[in-house]
């Protein structure tokens, strides 16, 4: 019975931590085009004491994280960050200080996107969001959505190439690969070339 008692009061505490936790964590708009990279933002509201904190992204198809180039930010001094590729495609981040130094508001971390050339708009999700202050006791949080823009790289003009596309001939109606130095029919026109 005193078992029982015990799982009990350590559920209702769980369950207490949980719905008593405020901490967000926010990501802004990625804006960008294909075969870029974009940063995303993840930043920390209402800290809450936390000393740890861990997140999973996930982002849409032909979109990557370069998981060497993510930084810290000034939310978390005096801390250590580990972000791992899962299985599953999406990314495993973990912020945490061996001397129980506490989080605060502000930026959490920089997050370098890189947006492949078959990338298309889409949102992104931080979810299973969990932190820990120094007594060991871990909160659950909301998930959080940001949207990704992404936009083609703009294309200035299209020059035709009319060798190709017509059929070249010399004088005496054999067809030729490419247009020689001379009299050439292009296209039923007459063309001199000078090379």
Request: glycine share 8%; charged share 15%.
């Amino acid at each position: 019975m005193n078992a029982l008692y015990k799982l009990f009061n350590t559920f209702a505490l769980t369950v207490i931590a949980v719905v008593a936790s405020a901490q967000t964590l926010s990501a802004g708009t990625i804006e960008a085009n294909v075969g870029e990279q974009a940063t995303l933002t993840v930043s920390l509201a209402d800290a809450a004491s936390a000393t740890a904190l861990q997140f999973n992204l996930s982002l849409p198809a032909n979109m990557t994280v370069n998981e060497s180039g993510c930084v810290l930010g000034n939310a978390a001094t005096n801390h250590t960050l580990s972000v791992n590729k899962m299985d599953n495609g999406d990314y495993l981040f973990v912020v945490y200080s061996m001397d129980f130094t506490e989080l605060v508001d502000g930026t959490l971390l920089t997050v370098p996107v890189s947006i492949g050339n078959d990338a298309v708009s889409g949102n992104g999700v931080l979810y299973t969001i969990r932190s820990s202050k120094s007594d060991a006791v871990s909160h659950q949080h909301e998930n959080a959505s940001f949207a990704i823009v992404v936009g083609t790289t703009a294309v200035d003009g299209i020059t035709v190439n009319k060798w190709k596309q017509d059929a070249v001939y010399n004088l005496k109606g054999q067809k030729l690969a490419v247009p020689r130095k001379g009299l050439n029919i292009i296209g039923r026109k007459k063309l001199v070339v000078i090379k």
